[in-house]
């Protein structure tokens, strides 16, 4: 109930009708805690830059309203993204962030009553197919594609077989299989893929079945703050695996800090995470440090240039609306137009409001596709010591 009424607020602001309002629905408690406060912090990020120009629709502000998706429990989010929409009376959504309750808000909620939701991670192939009238958007590219590349990089790195664990929802439902369609098209063995429930104290008999159907490598398609961190640290415990392929729901600092306060090191683990290099990615680093941020944390970069494109389309479409955000979205996130980088967000909304055309870059090379989603990169890391190193971009 707290999370729900947190506001990122603009001091002074008296004038009700300039104040645009917009959700942010994301696992403030659950399995990705630690993960989405720097993502909410980025978005925001974003909405700040925005209002500080004084060029939004004629000097409008953006206030943030938080609220919690718990990551897994979709009754949960379905009355945290209703009463954002009746009670907060948001104009659109950023969020939510996990696929499952991503799904449920977009077919109990957002379609419904005709609200724009753009994610920055939820990554399940299903939601390229979602009935959604073109409301739905993300900035982080579908795990169809992630699958691919890390059974690319696996494979590149010299393993033959490998064993899958997964959380049981859409996001580990569809990473697990694209990463076994990739990986056994490379000429690979899965000698096991099986799901894992969240939240259970231990995971030992989940490991003993993973171990005995063998593998030169355990992939824990997981979270970092539940059942990911829970079957590597009883592979660990029990000696089954020592070294593990991860994606990007694991790619936290905090997960890596507790299992090296456990005495252990995941020296030799590696993974992929949506990420990207190039003067956009510099630049968006720079701005979230100087804010106190470390712009690498996964998702952040999405959730910057998802925040940003919103405010965009909407100043393309002229007003502060769901349907002028759906319908301009494309437009100011692809060419042709000029390109905006992290930190021009105030000269884009100047170009729009003048007639003119952006085409948004951003701290991702923003380009979406299809059904409204981003084509995508990936940053492949390896575990050394106590941190995430970047090995190469895919």
Request: aromatic share 6%; glycine share 14%.
């Amino acid at each position: 109930m707290a999370l729900g009424l947190c506001a990122a607020t603009t001091p002074g602001l008296t004038q009700t009708d300039q104040v645009v309002k917009i959700g942010v629905l994301f696992g403030f408690t659950g399995p990705i805690e630690s993960l989405t406060p720097p993502m909410a912090t980025s978005g925001e990020l974003a909405f700040k830059e925005i209002s500080d120009s004084g060029q939004f629709l004629g000097g409008k502000t953006i206030e943030s309203v938080r609220a919690d998706s718990t990551c897994v429990d979709a009754a949960a989010a379905t009355a945290a993204a209703e009463r954002l929409v009746t009670s907060d009376q948001v104009t659109a959504i950023l969020g939510a962030d996990c696929s499952g309750v991503t799904i449920a808000v977009a077919n109990n909620v957002a379609v419904p009553k005709g609200i724009a939701l753009i994610s920055p991670s939820a990554t399940s192939p299903a939601l390229s197919t979602i009935d959604d009238n073109g409301l739905f958007f993300r900035t982080s590219p579908s795990d169809a594609r992630q699958g691919k590349v890390l059974a690319q990089v696996i494979k590149g790195r010299g393993y033959d077989t490998i064993a899958i664990t997964y959380t049981k929802n859409d996001y580990g439902k569809g990473l697990s299989e694209s990463l076994q369609a990739g990986f056994e098209a490379l000429g690979g063995m899965v000698t096991i893929n099986t799901a894992h429930e969240d939240g259970k104290a231990d995971y030992t008999s989940e490991v003993g079945e993973l171990a005995e159907a063998g593998g030169e490598l355990l992939v824990v398609l997981g979270y970092a703050d539940q059942g990911g961190i829970g079957i590597i640290r009883a592979a660990l415990d029990t000696g089954a695996f020592e070294t593990f392929g991860l994606a990007d729901a694991m790619y936290s600092q905090p997960f890596l800090d507790d299992i090296g306060a456990d005495g252990n090191d995941l020296t030799g683990s590696f993974g992929t995470v949506p990420g990207n290099e190039g003067e956009g990615a510099d630049l968006f680093r720079e701005i979230s440090m100087a804010a106190g941020g470390d712009g690498q944390s996964a998702f952040t970069g999405e959730s910057y240039d998802a925040a940003a494109l919103m405010a965009l389309a909407m100043q393309r479409g002229g007003e502060a609306t769901s349907e002028a955000l759906a319908g301009n979205m494309m437009a100011v996130a692809n060419a042709p137009g000029e390109k905006i980088l992290p930190g021009e967000l105030g000269k884009a909304l100047e170009i729009l409001a003048a007639g003119g055309e952006v085409d948004y870059v951003g701290a991702t090379n923003v380009e979406l596709v299809g059904p409204g989603e981003a084509s995508g990169s990936y940053r492949e890391y390896k575990v050394q010591g106590d941190e995430f190193i970047t090995v190469r971009f895919h």
